[in-house]
């Protein structure tokens, strides 16, 4: 499983990091995946890193503000959030797939583990 933690609320230009702790596997070996989730839209992608710390791939949103990175000593993904704005606002879900299923910025299979979500509020 995984599970998220980090989430927070800060004004605009602030900064948070979430992190993806998994167990019961070795996050380093699959494709890891940050989502989010504003009231009322769509789930969206903003960040996923292949296995190995292969292929890094971010939304355009996001891009230059937002760092993906592991810990694999502590089998723990990071998603570094600099210069928040109010439309970063929404749940933030991490999500890890075998590469054989998920490659990023792919799709997560019915098979994957998906976290309970992290709360980032920002505000103008």
């Known amino acids: 499983q995984v599970e998220e933690s980090g989430g927070g609320s800060v004004q605009a230009g602030g900064s948070l990091r979430l992190s993806c702790a998994a167990s019961g596997f070795n996050s380093h070996y699959y494709t890891v995946g940050w989502f989010r989730q504003a009231p009322g839209k769509e789930r969206e992608g903003v960040s996923c890193?292949?296995?190995?710390?292969?292929?890094?791939h971010y939304a355009d949103s996001v891009k230059g503000r937002f760092t993906i990175s592991r810990d694999n000593a502590k089998n723990t993904v990071y998603l570094q959030m600099n210069n928040l704005q109010p439309e970063d606002t929404g749940v933030y879900y991490c999500a890890a797939d075998s590469p054989a299923y998920y490659r990023c910025p792919g799709q997560v299979s019915r098979g994957g583990y998906w976290g309970q979500g992290a709360q980032v509020t920002v505000s103008s």
């Open positions: 890193i292949n296995e190995n710390d292969g292929w890094i």
